[in-house]
């Protein structure tokens, strides 16, 4: 969402282009992603389960969220993510959240 206040335009939340769904044990499931988003372009892969966002643990959908929506456009994030049993850790590049009509209402 865009807000104009007084003429000047307040940024946008964060933007990631992933769907992420609750775990039991802690951490995000990766559900979808958005086609040439910032996610996708930095090989994160619908399955990962995403533990750490820069040095904030995920703990679970609702806390994914929050930490995402603190996030600006030109923003760098350091994602930590297990994949089939294996830790990485990858970087990308948050961009502006797209007008609600054109994304989904739960990606981040």
């Known amino acids: 969402m865009v807000v104009v206040l007084r003429g000047q335009e307040l940024k946008r939340s964060g933007f990631i282009g992933i769907q992420a769904g609750?775990?039991?044990?802690g951490g995000v499931r990766v559900l979808s992603l958005v086609g040439g988003g910032s996610?996708?372009?930095a090989g994160i892969k619908?399955?990962?389960?995403?533990?750490?966002l820069d040095e904030r643990v995920v703990v679970n959908t609702e806390d994914f969220v929050a930490t995402v929506s603190q996030l600006r456009a030109g923003d760098s994030v350091s994602i930590r993510l297990t994949r089939s049993g294996e830790i990485r850790t990858t970087r990308l590049a948050v961009k502006a959240r797209p007008l609600e009509s054109s994304v989904d209402a739960g990606t981040m």
């Not at 609750?22 to 044990?25: D, M, P, R």
């Open 22 to 25: 609750e775990i039991s044990g």
């Open 46 to 52: 619908v399955g990962d389960v995403i533990t750490q």
């Open 39 to 41: 996610a996708e372009a």
